[in-house]
């Protein structure tokens, strides 16, 4: 299958699992705007894609995932120049977040400021033992803005948030795992095969019961809806859904299923 080119952006498709990895070794990824528009892009592409039905991203090299965002395109900024950076920065994480198929992070590097709100987004995250997290955006007077102070309060906790929001300071693969940052911490070479070992069990189910169990999860923090009620909808609407009579029957007649996303 041939994706859309990028310019920041690789991107490539193995059994249904598609791969981006973010192209600016040399400034260790850092998302400059043109990563950002390419990575809203590659989410209408991840959405409209029939073919794509997971996502892997990670970052080009091996010393970073992520470094952050750009900081040469915070010189002079305003603060509605700012604060538009910011909306625009969540737009795009959300659409990450809310994708209707599971997106990993693989991290296999530094991943700090914008780098760790990235893999934030994803659905979760596999680390390679040199993996570095952070928040470091107070050592440049500023503070995250691309959903760090909100997700990461959500992931691991009001303290040990406030602690590396507030000092800056990183952790390494291993604390990470202990706090609940990432789910598994694998070396370097492996880490990309980690994720896909994950994502081919996932995508082995039923995608709108993968759907769904992605939108209940997020709805937990939604603050203007209640979650159970979003879980109750979801639940109900699987009734309808060809693959739940497939799993369900398929169970019963003591086969295993055969899903088609419908
Ligand atoms: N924005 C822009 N450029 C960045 C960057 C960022 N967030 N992170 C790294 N780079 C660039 C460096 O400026 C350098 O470019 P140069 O070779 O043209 O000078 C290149 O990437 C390599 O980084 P360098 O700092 O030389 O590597 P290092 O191994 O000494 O340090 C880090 C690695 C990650 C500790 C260091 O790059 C760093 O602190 N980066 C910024 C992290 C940050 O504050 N992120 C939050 C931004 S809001």
Redesign the pocket.
Known sequence: MKTMPYSTLITSIEKAIFIITVNRP???N?LNSQVMTELSEVFKEVETNPEIKAVIITGAGS??FV??????E?VGLSNGEGMDLARRGHEIFFKIENCRKPVVAAVNG?A????CELAMACHFRIASDNARFGQ??V??G?I?GYGGTQRLVQLIGKGRALQLLMTGNMIDAQTAMQYGLVNEVTTQEEVINKAKTILEIIISKAPLAISRCISAANAVFNGTRSGYDIEIEAFGDCFESEDMKEGTTAFLEKRIPVFKGN
């Open positions: 040399e400034k260790l850092a010393k970073a470094a952050g965002a750009d900081i040469s915070f530094f700090l400021g914008g780098g470091p955006e050592n440049l500023l995250p």
